[in-house]
Every structure is written in structure tokens, then in C-alpha cells.
């Protein structure tokens, strides 16, 4: 039996019986793909699609002031609402002075996929926006020409006026605005795009993020910071075990708190629960204060339900258990088990990755007003459309009669991809029957997050007796994010599986990839970079150790591993089922070695790798391949005698393909090496009788600005536009911890294969 | 019990224990101030009271009786205090939730000490997080705010 799952992770996947993904289901997208797009992306297999109706996305007023609507998550990138309006606005030749950008609301049906995770902002809707950019462009200049009464051939757009060839004559966007927007959207064979030595502003990095000027006076509004006239504010106590249910509760105190107004019971869904509330005991109150007073004084008698003895310790034993037996194999060349008997020397490690917490600044937090059988809600989603279907769909009314408003994400990191705190906002507004603000404290945040997974990876490597690797046996342990949408699967899914571990692009002749079972004991949800983290983070210290173990250079073993340039296609790989490729056709995005190898050599050089270091310095190097970007990264740290660590430099080498805002890449990869160092350092929300040990900057730490690696140079490989532009917010991130631990060792002498670093450096 | 914010003169009533944050979030709507821990650990609702950088999350209304509260929004009319201004030129901000914190942090450290060392700088900003990472830029950005660069 198949089941299309439907809107997850706004993916849509076909799942077998056994729960596993067996097969991306790719939609056909005609017209515009088909004939315009020089590439095929996997846009148009992602629910709604791509939009390109010029219509939807730009009107221009009589003024000539041109509006973009932005219609994705702007959470930090600068990709939804400067990165992917400037491309408009380029092939549009308007004037970014004389530009407005306007948020969408959350509609699918009319803006196409706004899912905004997965590092496909760019990736997905370069094309189309260009696209959108140069109908506009083509529409202004017939409704000139016609006003000229000359072809359109004679006329030519130029930064926010038409000018007529023949004659000089100059006439202004706003003066024929109105009737341009009145013509259909041009045929896309009638549109032609810039090429790359037209642009203006795409692949300049000179434009100012749109939201700049706004958040350093503190005028931005976050989703938090909706404000609706009569609105109230409510705080949710929530079972502290995932799974958990309420009992009883007395409110009897929470009532006397001056400002509280009432109490109101959220159900939870069992699991799988997807992104359904965890449900629990509201208290609703005038203000934000107030109605934390009133959770404190809430008295509740909890049932923990299945996961109440979680404990991630003992888990971290049984998971290392079974990464110690053979799993399931999800990738097999030649003979690794053969190879490996016969190896002159084996090496093995093991690595621990914990469960972290996203932790964006900006806890989750949504504003509802249910009324008269509709719903308005304002708040900071990383999914807008997806949440305006699934807030429908628990109201029990049509996605027509609910409105969401999308506001700035203080963060995202996946966390907002989840929409459980809108759908409490909503719930809350409908029992209260007056507009409701949701706040998360910090607390809340963490220890009711959708965690990143815990995992052990396991590699035994088989080298001959001159050193080279012949075998290689993957074992990857950790439970799946599926667990959210189907009764658990127990075993990763082939996307999780995507992420550096059957896609492993490695020259060796026995490769094997197993996996083996892990139960998820609390709601596992995706955080920057997903499963690269931890599979990216055993491959890449391993070749570490190989090298050691081998008495080579740690960048040159990389280099020979890596191999001759070639494409890596592990659809041709034996066992291998349903290679994702992050959705996108393999063809416009190969597993490309040389471009791997490329950023390796590049990040090496420009770092001086090789070169002398002062006594207790050391350089690490790693490099993955994820959401089709390539990201080497060498990290020099210094440990002193007493194992206090610092980071002096960082350098990265990115090869993104086509890059249409270089500046805004280049602070994606800097803050990709602060997230990085606070996974590896600090990284770890640990479990106990079913509980989050951690709850706030207290206890999860995260970098801090004395701590932080002091300079982050980044390299871009450059590319016309002929490489596909590929991912950015996530790829910087996997690399980071690796080649960390990685010049940590080459610094003092010491090993780290289990995260977080803590305190594993005192002496 | 009276406050002023940004010049202006407001009296309040309520409880006295209620954080300052909640009361320029929820009362006064002045949203520029963010909430981000409760405890003091992360600077986001970093205010000047009496033109000191304090943690609005953990200072009680009754400590701000008759005394000067300047929020991002009154920092400048128009972002053109050098803080900001370098901000801006720098292009700080990634996500922007944690940067009113930050500004006003550095606005305090700078209005108290022209021209502090790195070591000062690194001191004096720990305690406000950054989890987009824009460490880099803010160090930067305060280093050309002393200079004026």
C-alpha cells in the first residue's frame, strides 16, 4: 500500500507500507520550464509549484514606483526579501531606488511553493524570478512602443525607463505602468532574459538587505511583535515528556493573579502528531507577564506517557550497541566486509552526536483572531502556506477563511517550519473569542522543541599495505524526523540517508552503507543542515584518522579519497533506494568530485595550509557536499596547556554555482561557523525520565561573541550562469565541526568523536 | 510610580515585580525591545536606564521609578547615531532580532569609554547572543563607530 504524504516538510513523498520513502513523486511543470528554463530544478515537484505570472508578483503605480511581493520566509538569508527581489528588479532594469518589496500572505495557490527551508530560496527561483523580472520588462516596452507607435524591437528598457531606439525619446516606467500591467503575461518564448554581462544587480552583493535600515532602529516587526487591537496575551504549560497528557490541573491560584482571564485546555495529538500542538493548560491574560505568573501557579498532574524513562545516556548505549552489529544496508560496493578481513590495517571510530535545539533568537511565538467563522493569524513561519492548509484543516474551515500574515523570522533554522504554535494561537482565540498572542518563553522554546537528532556513526576502514583505502563501512544510527508523520519507521529516511551518507563521494572499490534501528523517544524535527551534521561530522574526522593512521597528511588523504574527477551517481550504486538528491534532477546537480576537490584545494590555499603554526596551534580540514553546494572549511584553533580553546581563523571555500548575492553568502558562511562552533562545543540538550535537562542560554549554551571564531575568510568558486545556483543557508554548517575537532587533534594531540567538546580539552 | 521612555513621562500603576520588557512590550508597544531568555543571559531587551545598559527581562518596574529609559526606538530619530550608522555600512544583521540588544549595548559601552580595547569589546558584548553568527561584523562595526571610519 502507497500513501502520498502530503506537506511534509512540504515535500510530498510517496511512503510504502513499511513507512519508508520509496520514491519522490516529480510533478510535470510545462511552459515555463519547458521552454525558458536553461536548467530543470525540482520547483515545480514541490507543492503548488512555481508561480510565474508576472501579475502575481510586481505592480508598478503611475509614480513609476515598482512593487515586488516577496513571498517567501525571510528569516536572515536576505534571500526571500532582498536577495530574490533584486533579481526581479534586475531583469526588470528598475531602479532599486524606487523599489518596494510587500510580504505575501501565506497562499500557495497563487505565489506557488512558500516553504521556505532546504536551502532553496535562490536554488529554486532564480530562474523564475528572472523570468517574472523580464515579462515586466517586456511589458512596459510594448506598452511604449505601442505609445510611440513604433515594433517593440525599436524601444529598450533602461533603469526605469523605456527609450525609443530610433528617435532618443525617453519615456518613464510610471507613465505607461498602467497600461504595461493591463497586457497578459507574455508567452514565455516571447520573453528574453539578460545575460550575465547586463546585470545590475545580480551577483553584485551591493545592495543593502531591505530590512537593514528598519531592524537597527528597531522598527522591524517580527512575528512576536504582532500587535491586533484587543488582543491578549497566553503562555502554555505543556507535559514535560513528549507523548505526555494532563491528568488534572487546578487553577485556583492562577485565577487570583491580577490580569489572568482565563484557563483553557489544549488537547495534543497523538503521535504521529506532525506539527500538531503538544497540547497542555493555557493561561490567557492581559499581558505577557501576567499570564507567566499564572502558569506558575497552575497545579498539574501530568501522565508521561510511553517516554517518561527516555534517558539519552542509556539511549546512547543502546544506540552504540546496535551501530556495533550490521544494520540494514542502504548502499554496497564491491565486497567492504571481504575487503576488510583482508585489510593490512583497520581503523575504527565511533562518533556520538547529541540531540541539540535550534535555539533561535526569536522564540516561537503567533498572534490569532478567530472570528465570525474566520481566521486571522500573524506570526513568523518558515512555512506560510503550508500553515494557512494545516490551521484549516484543525479549525475544520477552508483555507479561503484563513488569512495568515507573515511576518520577519527572528530566526529559523527549521524550527519555524513547524507551525504548532500557530495552530495554538488559533485554538486559544476561538475558546477565548478575542485576539490571542502565544508566547514561548525560552524555556518553552528549548525544551519543547522538534530536537535535531541524536546519532552514532560508526566507520570501519580498511587500508592495504601502502596505505590506501580499500574499504569503508558506514554504520548510521539515529531515529528519523519521519517519526512526525508516520508511526515510527525506526530507520532514516532516504532523505536523511541523502545527507552524506549513501551519497558518499568517495574513490574507494568496497563501500558500505548500513543502517540500523533507532526508536524516536521525543519529536525529532530538522535543524540547519539536518543529517549532514552528524554523518558529515563522522566522515570527515574519520578521514582525519586515516590519515593519521597512515602517517599522511590529513588534506592530501582527503585529496586521494576524493579521487579523479568524475560524477559520483549512487542511483548506480547497489542498494541504494530512492537517492533524493534534495529533490532536485541530478542531472542539473551532480555529485561532481572535481568541484569537491575544487573547494578543498581552494580552502587549503588560501588558509596556508601546510605552512609552520606557533606550538599548540593546529589546522583542520573538512568538506561536504550538501543541498548541492560544495564547502571546504580549514579551521586553525589554538588549545593551551590548561585546554582553554580559541579559533583565530577560519576559512571557507564555497562553490554555490551561479551566486547572485555574493554578500549575503558571505555572512551565511560566517554565522555557519558560529552555529558550528556551538554544536561542537556546547551542543547538547540530554534527556532524563522523559525531561529536557536544559532550558535556557544558562544551560544550552551557544557562541558568545569572546569565544567566537575570531575571523571567518570566505572564497567563492565563481560560476556564470550557466552552473545552476545551488544551496547556501545550510551548507556552511557540516563542515564547521570536523575540521574543528580535526585541527583540535593537530593542536594537542587529543581526539574528539563525541560531541559536544565541553570540557573534554581540561586538563 | 512614574517612568519616562524615550522623553516621554508615563505613570504606572500595576505590578511593581513585572519586568520593564513586558511592560515596553505589552503596554507601551514598544516591540523594538526583544524578548529573548527572561534571565539575563542573552541582551536581546537591552535598554539604557538612565544611560546604562541594563537587561529589561530582569529589571523589575519598581527599579525604574523616576528614572530615564531610552529604547532602541529613542536612540536616534533617525538610525544616525555612529552605533547604527556603522551597523548599517557594515551590513551587521542577519536575521536583526538580537541587534537593537547589541546596539544599545555598544552605545553604552561607547558613551562610557571612547574608545575601548578588543579585550573590552569582547567583555562588554558577551553577554548579548548573536545565534545567526554576526559576531564579526559587530566587532567590526564597533571598531569603525569608535574611529568614525
Same mark, same amino acid.
Given at each position: 500500500?502507497?500513501?502520498?504524504?502530503?506537506?511534509?516538510?512540504?515535500?510530498?513523498?510517496?511512503?510504502?507500507?513499511?513507512g519508508l520513502?520509496?520514491?519522490?513523486?516529480?510533478?510535470?511543470?510545462?511552459?515555463?520550464?519547458?521552454?525558458?528554463?536553461?536548467?530543470?530544478?525540482?520547483?515545480?515537484?514541490?507543492?503548488?509549484?512555481?508561480?510565474?505570472?508576472?501579475?502575481?508578483?510586481?505592480?508598478?503605480?503611475?509614480?513609476?514606483?515598482?512593487?515586488?511581493?516577496?513571498?517567501?520566509?525571510?528569516?536572515?538569508?536576505?534571500?526571500?526579501?532582498?536577495?530574490?527581489?533584486?533579481?526581479?528588479?534586475?531583469?526588470?532594469?528598475?531602479?532599486? %531606488?524606487?523599489?518596494?518589496?510587500?510580504?505575501?500572505?501565506?497562499?500557495?495557490?497563487?505565489?506557488?511553493?512558500?516553504?521556505?527551508?532546504?536551502?532553496? %530560496?535562490?536554488?529554486?527561483?532564480?530562474?523564475?524570478?528572472?523570468?517574472?523580472?523580464?515579462? *515586466?520588462?517586456?511589458?512596459?516596452?510594448?506598452?511604449?512602443?505601442?505609445?510611440?507607435?513604433?515594433?517593440?524591437?525599436?524601444?529598450?528598457?533602461?533603469?526605469?525607463?523605456?527609450?525609443?531606439?530610433?528617435?532618443?525619446?525617453?519615456?518613464?516606467?510610471?507613465?505607461?505602468?498602467?497600461?504595461?500591467?493591463?497586457?497578459?503575461?507574455?508567452?514565455?518564448?516571447?520573453?528574453?532574459?539578460?545575460?550575465?554581462?547586463?546585470?545590475?544587480?545580480?551577483?553584485?552583493?551591493?545592495?543593502?538587505?531591505?530590512?537593514?535600515?528598519?531592524?537597527?532602529?528597531?522598527?522591524?516587526?517580527?512575528?512576536?511583535?504582532?500587535?491586533?487591537?484587543?488582543?491578549?496575551?497566553?503562555?502554555?504549560?505543556?507535559?514535560?515528556v513528549f507523548g505526555?497528557?494532563?491528568?488534572?490541573?487546578?487553577?485556583?491560584?492562577?485565577?487570583?493573579?491580577?490580569?489572568?482571564?482565563? *484557563?483553557?485546555?489544549?488537547?495534543?495529538?497523538p503521535a504521529p502528531a506532525k506539527?500538531?500542538?503538544l497540547?497542555?493548560?493555557?493561561?490567557?491574560?492581559?499581558?505577557?507577564?501576567?499570564?507567566?505568573?499564572?502558569?506558575?501557579?497552575?497545579?498539574?498532574?501530568?501522565?508521561?506517557g510511553p517516554h517518561a524513562v527516555y534517558d539519552s545516556?542509556?539511549y546512547r548505549?543502546q544506540m552504540?550497541?546496535t551501530?556495533?552489529?550490521?544494520?540494514?544496508?542502504?548502499?554496497?560496493?564491491?565486497?567492504?566486509?571481504?575487503?576488510?578481513?583482508?585489510?593490512?590495517?583497520?581503523?575504527?571510530?565511533?562518533?556520538?552526536?547529541p540531540h541539540?535545539?535550534?535555539?533561535?533568537?526569536?522564540?516561537?511565538?503567533?498572534?490569532?483572531?478567530?472570528?465570525?467563522?474566520?481566521?486571522?493569524?500573524?506570526?513568523?513561519?518558515?512555512?506560510?502556506?503550508?500553515?494557512?492548509?494545516?490551521?484549516?484543516?484543525?479549525?475544520?474551515?477552508?483555507?479561503?477563511?484563513?488569512?495568515?500574515?507573515?511576518?520577519?523570522?527572528?530566526?529559523?533554522?527549521?524550527?519555524?517550519?513547524k507551525?504548532?504554535?500557530?495552530?495554538?494561537?488559533?485554538?486559544?482565540?476561538?475558546?477565548?473569542?478575542?485576539?490571542?498572542?502565544?508566547?514561548?518563553?525560552?524555556?518553552?522554546?528549548?525544551?519543547?522543541d522538534f530536537f535535531h537528532t541524536v546519532s552514532v556513526?560508526?566507520?570501519?576502514?580498511?587500508?592495504?599495505?601502502?596505505?590506501?583505502? *580499500?574499504?569503508?563501512?558506514?554504520?548510521?544510527v539515529a531515529p528519523t524526523i519521519f517519526a512526525l508523520f508516520v508511526p515510527d519507521p525506526k530507520h532514516e529516511s532516504?532523505?536523511e540517508?541523502?545527507?552524506?551518507?549513501?551519497?558518499?563521494?568517495?574513490?574507494?572499490?568496497?563501500?558500505?552503507?548500513?543502517n540500523g534501528e533507532a526508536e524516536a523517544h521525543t519529536r525529532i524535527g530538522w535543524f540547519?543542515?539536518v543529517s549532514?551534521?552528524?554523518?558529515?561530522?563522522?566522515?570527515?574526522?574519520?578521514?582525519?584518522?586515516?590519515?593519521?593512521?597512515?602517517?599522511?597528511?590529513?588534506?592530501?588523504?582527503?585529496?586521494?579519497?576524493?579521487?579523479?574527477?568524475?560524477?559520483?551517481?549512487?542511483?548506480?550504486?547497489?542498494?541504494?533506494?530512492?537517492?533524493?538528491?534534495?529533490?532536485?534532477?541530478?542531472?542539473?546537480?551532480?555529485?561532481?568530485?572535481?568541484?569537491?576537490?575544487?573547494?578543498?584545494?581552494?580552502?587549503?590555499?588560501?588558509?596556508?595550509?601546510?605552512?609552520?603554526?606557533?606550538?599548540?596551534?593546529?589546522?583542520?580540514?573538512?568538506?561536504?557536499?550538501?543541498?548541492?553546494?560544495?564547502?571546504?572549511?580549514?579551521?586553525?584553533?589554538?588549545?593551551?596547556?590548561?585546554?582553554?580553546?580559541?579559533?583565530?581563523?577560519?576559512?571557507?571555500?564555497?562553490?554555490?554555482?551561479?551566486?547572485?548575492?555574493?554578500?549575503?553568502?558571505?555572512?551565511?558562511?560566517?554565522?555557519?561557523?558560529?552555529?558550528?562552533?556551538?554544536?561542537?562545543?556546547?551542543?547538547?540538550i540530554?534527556f532524563?525520565?522523559g525531561?529536557a535537562?536544559?532550558?535556557?542560554?544558562?544551560?544550552?549554551?551557544?557562541?558568545?561573541?569572546?569565544?567566537?571564531?575570531?575571523?571567518?575568510?570566505?572564497?567563492?568558486?565563481?560560476?556564470?550562469?550557466?552552473?545552476?545556483?545551488?544551496?547556501?543557508?545550510?551548507?556552511?554548517?557540516?563542515?564547521?565541526?570536523?575540521?574543528?575537532?580535526?585541527?583540535?587533534?593537530?593542536?594537542?594531540?587529543?581526539?574528539?568523536?563525541?560531541?559536544?567538546?565541553?570540557?573534554?580539552?581540561?586538563? | 510610580?512614574?517612568?519616562?521612555?524615550?522623553?516621554?513621562?508615563?505613570?504606572?500603576?500595576?505590578?511593581?515585580?513585572?519586568?520593564?520588557?513586558?511592560?515596553?512590550?505589552?503596554?507601551?508597544?514598544?516591540?523594538?525591545?526583544?524578548?529573548?531568555?527572561?534571565?539575563?543571559?542573552?541582551?536581546?531587551?537591552?535598554?539604557?536606564?538612565?544611560?546604562?545598559?541594563?537587561?529589561?527581562?530582569?529589571?523589575?518596574?519598581?527599579?525604574?521609578?523616576?528614572?530615564?529609559?531610552?529604547?532602541?526606538?529613542?536612540?536616534?530619530?533617525?538610525?544616525?547615531?555612529?552605533?547604527?550608522?556603522?551597523?548599517?555600512?557594515?551590513?551587521?544583521?542577519?536575521?536583526?532580532?538580537?541587534?537593537?540588544?547589541?546596539?544599545?549595548?555598544?552605545?553604552?559601552?561607547?558613551?562610557?569609554?571612547?574608545?575601548?580595547?578588543?579585550?573590552?569589546?569582547?567583555?562588554?558584548?558577551?553577554?548579548?547572543?548573536?545565534?545567526?553568527?554576526?559576531?564579526?561584523?559587530?566587532?567590526?562595526?564597533?571598531?569603525?563607530?569608535?574611529?568614525?571610519?
Amino acid at each position: 500500500m502507497k500513501t502520498i504524504i502530503e506537506n511534509v516538510s512540504r515535500r510530498r513523498f510517496i511512503v510504502g507500507a513499511g513507512g519508508l520513502v520509496i520514491a519522490a513523486q516529480f510533478i510535470s511543470l510545462k511552459s515555463f520550464a519547458e521552454m525558458h528554463e536553461d536548467y530543470k530544478t525540482g520547483a515545480g515537484a514541490m507543492p503548488h509549484g512555481v508561480v510565474t505570472d508576472p501579475h502575481v508578483f510586481v505592480t508598478i503605480d503611475k509614480n513609476g514606483l515598482v512593487t515586488i511581493i516577496a513571498s517567501r520566509a525571510e528569516m536572515g538569508t536576505g534571500a526571500a526579501r532582498t536577495t530574490l527581489p533584486l533579481i526581479v528588479a534586475d531583469e526588470l532594469e528598475a531602479d532599486w %531606488s524606487r523599489v518596494r518589496i510587500k510580504q505575501s500572505p501565506g497562499n500557495e495557490e497563487r505565489y506557488g511553493n512558500q516553504d521556505t527551508d532546504g536551502s532553496r %530560496s535562490v536554488r529554486h527561483f532564480i530562474q523564475p524570478m528572472r523570468h517574472i523580472g523580464a515579462s *515586466v520588462r517586456l511589458m512596459l516596452a510594448m506598452a511604449a512602443a505601442k505609445h510611440w507607435g513604433v515594433d517593440v524591437s525599436d524601444v529598450e528598457a533602461k533603469n526605469h525607463e523605456i527609450i525609443n531606439k530610433k528617435t532618443g525619446a525617453k519615456i518613464g516606467y510610471g507613465a505607461v505602468a498602467v497600461e504595461a500591467m493591463a497586457l497578459p503575461a507574455p508567452s514565455a518564448d516571447q520573453v528574453t532574459l539578460k545575460t550575465a554581462d547586463q546585470f545590475r544587480y545580480i551577483g553584485k552583493g551591493t545592495i543593502k538587505p531591505v530590512d537593514q535600515k528598519d531592524i537597527i532602529m528597531g522598527k522591524a516587526v517580527y512575528g512576536i511583535d504582532a500587535k491586533v487591537p484587543g488582543m491578549r496575551f497566553a503562555v502554555v504549560a505543556r507535559p514535560p515528556v513528549f507523548g505526555g497528557k494532563m491528568v488534572s490541573y487546578d487553577d485556583s491560584a492562577t485565577m487570583k493573579v491580577p490580569g489572568v482571564e482565563k *484557563v483553557v485546555v489544549i488537547e495534543g495529538t497523538p503521535a504521529p502528531a506532525k506539527f500538531a500542538p503538544l497540547g497542555g493548560v493555557a493561561v490567557v491574560a492581559k499581558n505577557t507577564w501576567a499570564a507567566m505568573q499564572g502558569r506558575d501557579a497552575l497545579k498539574i498532574t501530568w501522565d508521561d506517557g510511553p517516554h517518561a524513562v527516555y534517558d539519552s545516556a542509556t539511549y546512547r548505549t543502546q544506540m552504540e550497541e546496535t551501530a556495533r552489529k550490521p544494520g540494514v544496508v542502504v548502499r554496497n560496493d564491491g565486497d567492504a566486509e571481504k575487503a576488510l578481513a583482508s585489510a593490512a590495517k583497520v581503523v575504527t571510530a565511533e562518533y556520538y552526536l547529541p540531540h541539540i535545539s535550534h535555539a533561535q533568537m526569536e522564540p516561537v511565538s503567533a498572534t490569532a483572531h478567530f472570528a465570525n467563522g474566520k481566521l486571522e493569524v500573524w506570526a513568523p513561519l518558515q512555512s506560510p502556506g503550508g500553515t494557512r492548509d494545516e490551521l484549516a484543516k484543525k479549525l475544520g474551515i477552508k483555507p479561503e477563511d484563513v488569512t495568515v500574515h507573515e511576518l520577519l523570522l527572528g530566526g529559523g533554522f527549521g524550527r519555524k517550519s513547524k507551525c504548532d504554535y500557530a495552530i495554538e494561537a488559533a485554538l486559544l482565540s476561538k475558546a477565548v473569542g478575542a485576539p490571542v498572542k502565544v508566547i514561548w518563553t525560552r524555556e518553552d522554546d528549548i525544551q519543547h522543541d522538534f530536537f535535531h537528532t541524536v546519532s552514532v556513526e560508526r566507520i570501519d576502514a580498511g587500508l592495504d599495505q601502502s596505505g590506501k583505502v *580499500v574499504a569503508w563501512r558506514h554504520r548510521s544510527v539515529a531515529p528519523t524526523i519521519f517519526a512526525l508523520f508516520v508511526p515510527d519507521p525506526k530507520h532514516e529516511s532516504a532523505l536523511e540517508m541523502g545527507m552524506g551518507l549513501v551519497d558518499n563521494p568517495f574513490d574507494i572499490p568496497n563501500l558500505r552503507c548500513e543502517n540500523g534501528e533507532a526508536e524516536a523517544h521525543t519529536r525529532i524535527g530538522w535543524f540547519r543542515s539536518v543529517s549532514n551534521i552528524p554523518h558529515g561530522f563522522a566522515v570527515q574526522c574519520m578521514v582525519a584518522e586515516i590519515a593519521q593512521a597512515a602517517g599522511r597528511d590529513p588534506k592530501d588523504m582527503l585529496i586521494e579519497l576524493i579521487g579523479p574527477p568524475r560524477i559520483v551517481d549512487p542511483r548506480k550504486s547497489q542498494d541504494v533506494k530512492d537517492f533524493w538528491n534534495y529533490g532536485d534532477p541530478f542531472e542539473s546537480y551532480p555529485i561532481d568530485t572535481a568541484r569537491l576537490r575544487g573547494v578543498v584545494e581552494l580552502a587549503a590555499e588560501k588558509s596556508d595550509w601546510g605552512k609552520p603554526l606557533p606550538p599548540r596551534h593546529g589546522r583542520g580540514i573538512a568538506v561536504h557536499r550538501s543541498f548541492l553546494t560544495y564547502v571546504a572549511t580549514v579551521v586553525e584553533v589554538a588549545v593551551d596547556e590548561k585546554g582553554k580553546l580559541t579559533v583565530p581563523r577560519v576559512v571557507t571555500a564555497v562553490d554555490a554555482g551561479f551566486i547572485a548575492n555574493p554578500e549575503r553568502v558571505h555572512s551565511q558562511m560566517e554565522g555557519a561557523a558560529v552555529m558550528g562552533y556551538a554544536l561542537a562545543r556546547y551542543g547538547e540538550i540530554s534527556f532524563k525520565n522523559g525531561r529536557a535537562q536544559q532550558g535556557n542560554f544558562d544551560t544550552y549554551k551557544v557562541t558568545r561573541i569572546n569565544e567566537s571564531p575570531a575571523q571567518t575568510e570566505v572564497h567563492m568558486v565563481p560560476h556564470g550562469l550557466d552552473v545552476p545556483s545551488s544551496g547556501i543557508g545550510e551548507p556552511g554548517v557540516p563542515p564547521f565541526a570536523p575540521a574543528l575537532c580535526n585541527a583540535i587533534f593537530a593542536a594537542c594531540g587529543k581526539r574528539i568523536r563525541s560531541l559536544p567538546i565541553g570540557d573534554q580539552l581540561s586538563t | 510610580m512614574n517612568v519616562t521612555v524615550n522623553g516621554r513621562q508615563h505613570a504606572f500603576d500595576g505590578d511593581p515585580s513585572m519586568p520593564l520588557l513586558w511592560y515596553l512590550r505589552d503596554e507601551l508597544g514598544l516591540t523594538g525591545t526583544k524578548f529573548g531568555c527572561g534571565i539575563a543571559e542573552c541582551g536581546a531587551c537591552t535598554v539604557h536606564v538612565d544611560g546604562e545598559a541594563v537587561r529589561a527581562c530582569a529589571t523589575p518596574m519598581s527599579g525604574v521609578a523616576d528614572r530615564k529609559v531610552t529604547t532602541i526606538e529613542g536612540l536616534s530619530p533617525d538610525g544616525s547615531h555612529p552605533v547604527q550608522k556603522a551597523w548599517h555600512a557594515l551590513n551587521v544583521p542577519q536575521c536583526g532580532f538580537c541587534q537593537a540588544g547589541q546596539i544599545m549595548q555598544a552605545a553604552a559601552m561607547l558613551a562610557a569609554n571612547k574608545n575601548p580595547s578588543e579585550a573590552e569589546i569582547n567583555q562588554t558584548m558577551a553577554g548579548n547572543i548573536c545565534r545567526c553568527g554576526c559576531y564579526q561584523r559587530i566587532s567590526a562595526a564597533i571598531k569603525s563607530a569608535i574611529t568614525g571610519a
